[in-house]
């Protein structure tokens, strides 16, 4: 018989149990929990009794039978909450181990009746910090009052919707377009669920704002026959912008089938179609009439911000080889072939207006053209204010722009005095995003001189603004004629320029901007006059006979000081300098009667220009898409925290989202699929709910648009 070995007692543990250590083991059902030491059951807790469960495992830790780390696994918790337990029961017994209540200790302040007063001052356009201080609340809980909504979250679907349910063939409408009996096929709704790309249907609220489908229509009603009219294809190029991309080639990475169902049709058309039918409406010659019609809504409807309007040119280089007037890149700090766009924004950075601006036009006379569109849109009675940079300086047109009802906003270009440092104070002003701004600030009354017509001097009196910079004791000075504001608003209002910039950067980087949408040229102005190559040509002999001197007479004055020259070699010398003398002035004075300027088609017979009509076309759906998403990022800024870094990448992956569509009655509902994280989806939730609330029709449709994210 060989020797008795004593080990581990058998297992006795229930069947189910989970180990926790070799002394001990958890099981976990619908009736309860217990835990078994050694097989035998040593602690164990009724349904919803947290209180026993936590004992437990603080048990288990206080008599060694397993580890912190052992319980937490089995407990799935985490070691600093198996550690806070043990902490909590040491310090107050049983009672440490009930469950605290979490948020508020007090009564809450959003009460329903606070949740009405909040929405009610959403709805009237308030800002998220102008109700947090109306309401007397932090803008976080503002945000969750909003985001709180009932009709944020998708309703069940009626019934079974078909996955990626593809769009029924419209054959027969396309055979009808061909043989001229149909003027553009209706939309038709294709219900579906998980239906790629259809959350840019999100965008058809701002964009109705805009006025883009309907200025489109109005203009360019001719009644051709075609299976697309010219709704969807506007739709067509807003939808590629949404989605990333802002070119018509663009049309060739997307599934057909996926932007057609946006459309309301079987497929989008295709690239061939998108160029031909665009080339078609530029043929009409009406862009500066939509352009201007675009602009009229605009102004209609941000009248907040259209007392200020921003002014400059953008530069759209030119890399192919037909023979184009140069322009200054400031980007890449030279001149190359290019063409060059002046474009009006409004106080917010959104696009107003855009024409192309003739070769070698400066701001200044740009500003004219501009101040007269303007005042076509704001009526007569309007003082509106135009901010523009030091490309617009002349304080004679400061005078002519005054005279004619504007006010100015402009730097300083001449070179001033800096001002003492005692005459500057710090000062403070809320912008309207809420944010603290800080400026040190001097302020006085100056007198710019001018030359007029009659070589007369006068003057051009005005507020000057100067910004101290206390870091580097940098200066800048600014000049306005707006008496209400403050310096401090002035300033703002200066530095805030840059939301055109900004309009420029998002436009060329994301909605293709700089694109080249037509490669259509035409012949340049053969009369406009351009700098003569001969007269710099004859300058350039001026200065090689003044240099070829100089050495000379350099060489000479050597030789003079060395000595040894008899009376034959300075005369020599002499006549030879008399010589070149006389050349320079027969090169001077040829250089003199070449003219400074002559006709390009003197110089450039063959010089072309890009047309512009269909360059046109585009910017202003681009344009209009840029103002439409930059109404959404405002709109979602309540209910999403980081909306100032995050706004348009988290409205970026929205519209590429899947969603399902129905329809029901008289309603689309479109059910956003859940984004990439929580907050995400709450927030687009969030303004689902102020979407709703405009009660939007889907273009060529009688269908309200209701949208909602699906719970995830």
């Known amino acids: ?162 996955l990626l349910a593809r769009p029924a063939l419209r ?114 010659g009406r862009a500066d ?101 030091r490309g617009g300086w002349s304080p004679r047109l400061f005078d002519e722009l005054v ?48 030359t007029d017509d009659r070589r007369q001097k006068r003057y051009f009196a005005c507020r000057q603004v100067t910004r101290l910079d206390p870091d580097t004791g940098h200066q800048t000075q600014i000049l306005t004629t707006r008496e209400d504001l403050s310096a401090a608003e002035a300033a703002y209002a200066m530095f805030s320029r840059w939301r055109e910039e900004n309009f420029f950067r998002y436009m060329r980087a994301n909605l293709g901007l700089d694109a080249l949408d037509s490669y259509a040229k035409e012949p340049d102005d053969p009369t406009r006059t351009v700098p003569n190559p001969a007269k710099a040509a004859a300058a350039a002999k001026v200065l090689e006979a003044k240099a070829t001197i100089a050495k000379a007479r350099e060489e000479e004055g050597r030789a003079a000081l060395a000595g040894g020259r008899d009376s034959s070699q300075a005369a020599e010398i002499a006549a030879a300098f008399a010589d070149a003398e006389a050349e320079l002035a027969r090169r001077r004075a040829g250089a003199k009667v070449i003219p400074a300027r002559v006709p390009l088609g003197d110089v450039h017979p063959d010089a072309e220009r890009l047309a512009s009509e269909r360059k046109r076309l585009h910017d202003a759906v681009r344009m209009a898409v840029y103002n439409a998403t930059s109404a959404h990022a405002r709109l979602v800024a309540p209910y999403y925290a980081r909306a100032d870094d995050e706004a348009r990448t988290l409205l970026s992956e929205a519209f590429r989202s899947p969603a399902d569509l129905e329809v029901i009655g008289d309603e689309l509902h479109v059910r956003i699929n859940p984004l990439s994280a929580p907050r995400r989806s709450r927030a687009i939730a969030g303004q689902c709910n102020e979407l709703n609330a405009t009660e939007t029709l889907y273009p060529g449709t009688k269908l309200r648009l209701v949208y909602s994210v699906k719970d995830s």
């Open 1 to 162: 018989m060989g020797p008795v070995r004593h080990g581990r007692p058998l297992p006795l543990e229930p069947v189910g149990a989970v180990e926790i250590s070799p002394a001990a083991s958890l099981l976990e059902t619908d009736d309860g929990g217990g835990v078994f030491i050694w097989g035998m059951a040593s602690w164990c807790w009724e349904p919803g009794d947290i209180v026993g469960r936590r004992l437990a495992a603080v048990q288990l830790v206080e008599t060694k039978a397993a580890t912190p780390t052992e319980v937490a696994a089995a407990f799935d918790v985490d070691f600093d909450t198996v550690r806070r337990w043990r902490r909590d029961w040491a310090a107050d017994g049983v009672a440490g181990l009930m469950p605290k209540k979490r948020g508020a200790k007090g009564p809450s302040k959003l009460t329903e009746e606070k949740r009405d007063e909040i929405r009610g001052l959403r709805a009237s356009g308030m800002g998220l910090r102008a109700i947090g201080r109306q309401v007397d609340l932090d803008p976080s809980t503002v945000r969750r009052a909003l985001v709180d909504s009932p009709a944020s979250v998708a309703p069940e679907p009626a019934g079974p919707l078909e």
């Open 403 to 450: 005279a004619a009802g504007f006010h100015i906003l402009t730097y300083r270009k001449e070179p001033v005095r800096p001002e003492p440092r005692s005459r500057f104070t710090r000062q403070e002003y809320t912008d309207d995003l809420g944010r603290k701004q800080v400026y040190f600030l001097a302020e006085r009354r100056v007198r710019i001189s001018y």
């Open 289 to 389: 009439q939509l352009l201007r019609r675009l602009a009229e809504v605009h102004v209609a409807q941000a009248k907040g911000a259209c007392g200020l309007f921003y002014i400059d040119g953008h530069v759209r280089a030119y890399h192919g080889t037909a023979n184009l007037p140069k322009a200054h890149l400031a980007r890449a700090r030279l001149a190359a072939p290019a063409e060059v766009d002046t474009w009006i924004t409004d106080a917010k950075g959104d696009g107003v207006l855009v024409w192309n601006t003739p070769p070698g036009a400066s701001l200044t006379g740009e500003l004219r053209t501009a101040t007269e569109e303007i005042r076509a849109l704001v009526g007569p009675d309007a003082t509106p204010t135009v901010a523009f940079d």
């Open 171 to 284: 054959t027969g409408e396309r055979e009808l377009a061909r043989v001229g009996l149909l003027s553009g096929a209706e939309p038709v709704i294709c219900e579906g669920a998980s239906l790629p790309l259809a959350g840019a249907l999100l965008v058809l609220p701002a964009l109705a704002a805009t006025g883009l489908v309907d200025a489109f229509g109005a203009v360019y009603a001719s009644g051709r026959a075609a299976f697309y009219s010219v709704r969807s294809l506007v739709l067509a190029l807003v939808f590629c912008l949404l989605v990333g991309e802002p070119r018509a080639e663009g049309l060739t990475r997307l599934d057909p089938v996926d932007l057609g169902r946006l459309l309301g049709l079987d497929r989008a058309p295709e690239v061939q179609t998108m160029r031909r039918r665009m080339a078609e409406l530029a043929g009409v």
